[in-house]
């Protein structure tokens, strides 16, 4: 997969934000089906820093009741990258 396939999106939260500070991690949504090396590799690549570590989890949809009956909202695969010391990711420069 090229790198722009496996990441979709950075998760911006008070969570993920906490967790960049404190243990130098941030979290991504990608593909379901993307490996922990294919991440590793894209995340790299793409933003040029140097990654120690990666976990993944799938985030299974939530079911939800409609008029017509029941419904559920989409799995997604949540990577949280833990950076080596000294690199880090700014999303928002000069903010």
Same mark, same amino acid.
């Given at each position: 997969?090229? /790198? %722009?396939? &496996?990441?979709?999106?950075?998760? %911006? ?10 243990? /130098?991690?941030?979290? =991504?949504?990608?593909? %379901? /089906? ?11 690549? =793409?933003?040029?820093?140097? &990654?120690?570590?990666? /976990? ?26 833990? %950076? ?7 999303? =928002?420069?000069?903010?």
């Amino acid at each position: 997969m090229a /790198n %722009l396939d &496996v990441i979709k999106r950075p998760i %911006l939260s008070e969570k993920s934000t906490a967790q960049a500070e404190a243990f /130098n991690q941030v979290a =991504f949504e990608v593909t %379901l /089906n993307s490996t922990k090396t294919e991440i590793k590799r894209a995340v790299e690549r =793409f933003f040029k820093v140097k &990654v120690a570590r990666v /976990n993944t989890t799938v985030v299974p949809g939530k079911a939800y009741r409609t008029r017509a009956g029941e419904a559920k909202t989409s799995s997604w695969k949540k990577a949280t990258v833990t %950076l080596k010391d000294g690199e880090k990711i700014e999303f =928002f420069k000069g903010v």
